[in-house]
């Protein structure tokens, strides 16, 4: 099982508390870990990736193991603590999404 | 026992103010989805109980929900906006052509026959309907099809379609407008759209009198004169009797004629309300005195309503959205400030009472009678 932190916004909007649990089919990437994430929490789609685009929105990053994964390809390996369940992937709002 | 609902959405969150009919004690609920910015939520005519709601967010884009029970609980729905075929391009403040892009909803209109059926109208301007309730959306694209479409121009807040106007005589006709290409009516459920801008005039754009390009503001109508039109352009109070087809003025001895909302009174249709802002560069009450001004004769003679306003230091603003009456009598008329407070009266308009006075800023105010 793969560990996702998302946004205190977006734990209130599935209705979720905590850390979640996912488990992806195949290879574990953004891509299919995001996919596995919003085919759970359907009400989560459109805001993390653009609905159209299926591209990180702006204003929220990827870390995890002390990194930014944001800029990674969708299709990279996600790094193997994360998909051995040792270290969360952390979906995360930026300092810069608030404009007032 | 009948009463009122006042729905209002804030820069972070909505807030649901409810009272009796005498609108003298009120409760306030809230914050629902905080943090989130709310530009509007509106209650369905046909079920009070039904109410939509579009918060949306910097970091997460929007959202659409919808309640079934008076907005005890929310549920989320159907948040993709998707335009109709290749969305091309609009014009822009830099010159260049820049693609139609989904950005937001400013506002949604419940039916007037379906619980159901909403209309969302989004910034990049555009029109969108739901008939199940707010899980699919789908675009007229015949409005932004226009031919003049790809000449439109966004606002300082945005290329935002803010106004919705159904017309309760007759369900093929609905008025809409955007800042800043101006008003637009159809005839037909939504086909085709005609601009209706003849007879506005607008300085700040190269031909004054051009068929699009002006930033309307808001627009009003009385459900039982449908053809009768208001509306608070950038600058300019304007009254069309014909549907929209030709506009005269009416700013009269306003003191400014910039600002944003515009109401009419609920049981008089010649009876309209503005809220005056010194300029478009001082967003603020003229005189630091926030003053409700009355139209009893449908324009050009208005008087002043300062009962219970602050008539000092006061520099807020109130968005177009931010204005509202009920429909009890005497009629009730509501509005809310960037600074966060929300003014009722029980006497269309003859003294006020603030409700709140210290939410986030106040985007949208939308009251629902409740018998």
Request: hydrophobic share 35%; aromatic share 10%; proline share 7%.
């Amino acid at each position: 099982m793969i560990r996702v932190v998302i946004p205190a916004h977006l734990r209130i909007l599935a209705n979720v508390s905590g850390e979640l649990e996912l488990h992806v089919e195949g290879r574990a990437t953004q891509r299919t870990l995001l996919d596995a994430l919003e085919a759970r929490y359907p009400m989560l789609l459109g805001t993390i990736r653009d609905h159209h685009t299926r591209r990180r929105r702006p204003f929220l990053r990827f870390f995890a193991c002390e990194q930014d994964l944001s800029l990674e390809l969708p299709d990279d390996p996600l790094p193997e603590a994360v998909t051995r369940g040792d270290e969360p992937f952390l979906i995360v709002g930026g300092i810069a999404g608030g404009s007032l | 026992m009948s009463g009122v609902r006042v729905l209002v959405g804030t820069r972070k969150g909505a807030f649901i103010l409810t009272s009796d009919s005498n609108r003298d004690q009120w409760e306030v609920t809230g914050p629902l989805f905080g943090g989130w910015e709310v530009y509007h939520l509106k209650g369905s005519p046909v079920d009070p109980n039904r109410i939509y709601a579009a918060p949306s967010s910097g970091w997460f884009g929007q959202t659409i929900h919808r309640s079934d029970d008076g907005g005890k609980t929310w549920e989320p729905v159907g948040n993709q906006f998707t335009y109709e075929g290749f969305p091309g391009t609009h014009g822009s403040h830099d010159g260049t052509q820049k693609p139609w892009q989904f950005k937001r909803v400013w506002h949604l209109e419940p039916s007037l026959t379906d619980p159901d059926t909403v209309y969302a109208g989004v910034e990049d301007a555009a029109l969108f309907r739901s008939v199940d309730a707010g899980q699919t959306w789908k675009e007229f694209e015949g409005l932004r099809g226009h031919p003049s479409g790809a000449s439109w121009q966004p606002g300082a807040g945005g290329m935002c379609l803010h106004t919705i106007l159904l017309d309760p005589s007759n369900p093929q006709r609905i008025f809409i407008a955007i800042s800043a290409a101006g008003a637009f009516r159809t005839d037909d459920g939504g086909k085709s759209w005609t601009p209706i801008n003849q007879g506005l005039r607008s300085e700040y754009i190269p031909d004054p009198t051009a068929e699009v390009g002006h930033c309307v503001h808001r627009i009003a109508m009385h459900p039982s004169t449908p053809d009768v039109l208001f509306m608070q352009k950038h600058w300019d109070v304007m009254r069309s009797d014909n549907a929209g087809g030709l506009w005269h003025e009416v700013s009269g001895n306003l003191p400014t004629d910039f600002g944003f909302p515009i109401e009419v009174h609920a049981h008089e249709p010649e009876t309209i309300y503005v809220v005056p802002i010194k300029s478009d560069g001082e967003h603020y009450p003229p005189e630091g005195k926030l003053r409700v001004y009355r139209s009893r004769t449908g324009g050009n003679v208005w008087e002043a309503l300062t009962e219970g306003l602050p008539q000092s230091d006061c520099y807020v603003n109130v968005l177009r959205n931010a204005m509202t009456v009920d429909s009890l009598d005497p009629c009730g008329i509501y509005f809310g400030t960037t600074g966060g407070q929300v003014y009722g009266s029980a006497n269309a308009g003859d003294s006020w009472k603030a409700i709140v006075r210290d939410l986030p800023a106040v985007m949208s105010v939308e009251v629902q009678t409740l018998l």
